[in-house]
Nanobody, 122 residues
């Protein structure tokens, strides 16, 4: 499966933003999906992961409350809604896919998208 993330840009602190990830290739519904991010000089961290058919979404404690992941299997899309953004959210955001949810959660998915830059100015 190939992944193409989009929707990044420069926003103001307090703004909201929605990132999209388009998938092509094998049946999208066979894959658990996730978003992670990597800030300059920092390790990549998980934002959240969603099961193959949606429904259950896992977020690390640090990401709960301001981030919402959803998917539309009919459109082969996964989304990341972000709210109350702060400069600390500045990072490259990546979508990921794997047939095993655990692999997405531990940042070892089979497939990565190319990343989309989000910059939050104060």
């Amino acid at each position: 499966v190939q992944l193409q993330a989009s929707g990044g840009g420069v926003v103001q602190a307090g703004d909201s933003l929605i990132l999209s990830c388009a998938a092509s290739g094998r049946a999208f519904s066979e894959y658990a999906m996730g978003w992670s991010r990597q800030a300059p000089g920092k390790e990549r961290e998980l934002v959240g992961a969603i099961k193959r058919r949606g429904g259950s979404v896992y977020y690390p404690d640090s990401m709960k409350g301001r981030f919402t992941i959803s998917r539309d299997n009919a459109k082969n899309m996964v989304y990341l809604q972000m709210s109350s953004l702060s400069p600390d959210d500045t990072a490259v955001y990546y979508c990921a896919a794997d047939q095993v949810l655990h692999n997405v959660g531990v940042l070892r998915p089979e497939h990565w998208g190319q990343g989309t830059q989000v910059t939050v100015s104060s």
